[in-house]
Structure formats: structure tokens, C-alpha cells
């Protein structure tokens, strides 16, 4: 494989093992860039095809294991939870990532803790509330991590310092408690109230 190719060389560039991902990136920079990248086409539940760039693909882990069990395939692989219009956005944002390494156990927890967004994420989201719940939905499908955790910030940071009400009115989220049953709530919760 590619990863015991790299690992075999890894000696000669004198590099400790926590290289070893950036000494593979590095040669499948340079593996693709010798041929024509290889493409997939993918099949969105409306019946839209999308041929797409390998690299592009493996940004989802659902998509890069499939690859890397069925290997190449003229077949379209159909995504029967991702519609034409979530899935374009979605591949927008993985060809934009393509060649970011892919996070480590490490990154996840630091990214987890840090609620903040960079800029050209955070206008990739500015989109109708449906649209980004819908990426949302489709980067927890295609397990894309680092899109799902911009998702889920960017839902934190729009509720972030508001109140029930204003939540509500955010998301267009209708009141189904009676006034008995908020107030008995507020006495089970007053602990947690700001002092």
C-alpha cells in the first residue's frame, strides 16, 4: 500500500513517526499530480450524478472506505440521504479541504473545546437555516467531522446568550409548555440561573 510505501522511506528523511501523515500527503501530492487524479462519481438521492476527484471524495470517510474496499468503479456510489442542491454545497466545501490533513483524536477534542470558526468557513455556512441544518445532516451521514463540527458551532454560536424565547423565535421552535408547567420547570432549574 501507499502508507507502507511512505513508511518504508520514512528512515531516509531522518522524520519522527508523528511526520509520517505529512510525509504521506506530501507523496500523494506528488502520486496524483504524475496522472490525472482520479474520479468517482457520486449519485445523489434525486438521481443527479457528480463526477468527482478521489481526494475530493476522501474528505468523507463513509466515501474514502468505500473506495478504499470496492477501489476503482466506472458505477455511480448513490448517497440516498444527500440531495442534489446539500451535496453540491458539500462537495464544495471538501474541494476547498481536499488537502488538509485529516483530523487526528487530538484535533477533534481541541476543535470540540474551540467554538470559534475561520472566515472562509463561516461564510461558506451563511445560508438559509433548512440548508445548513441539511449540511449539517449530510456531513454526519458522509462522516465529514470537520464539517459536521463547523455545523454544530455555527447552530451553538446563533443560540449562544439567548433566551428560550428568543431560541424559539430563532428557529421557529413553538411553545408547547402551559405556563404551570414552565414555572415548575424555572423551581427544578433555579440552581443553574446566573447569580
Known sequence: ???????GFQHLFSLPPNNLDKLYNLYSKYNMSASEAKKITL???????????????????????????????DQS????????????KVLEWCEHHKDDPQPTIEDSDTRRRNTEIDDWNKKFLEVEQDMLFEIILAANYLDIKQLLDIGCKTVANMIKGKTPEQIRETFNIQNDFTPEEEEQIRKENEWAEDR
Open 43 to 73: 449519485k445523489s438521492c434525486d438521481d443527479i450524478e457528480f463526477k468527482v476527484d478521489i481526494r475530493v471524495a476522501s474528505r468523507s470517510i463513509l466515501l474514502k472506505n468505500m473506495i478504499e474496499d470496492v477501489g476503482e468503479t
Open 77 to 88: 456510489i448513490p448517497l440516498p440521504n444527500v440531495n442534489e442542491r446539500v451535496l453540491k
Open 1 to 7: 500500500s501507499n502508507i507502507s510505501a511512505v513508511a
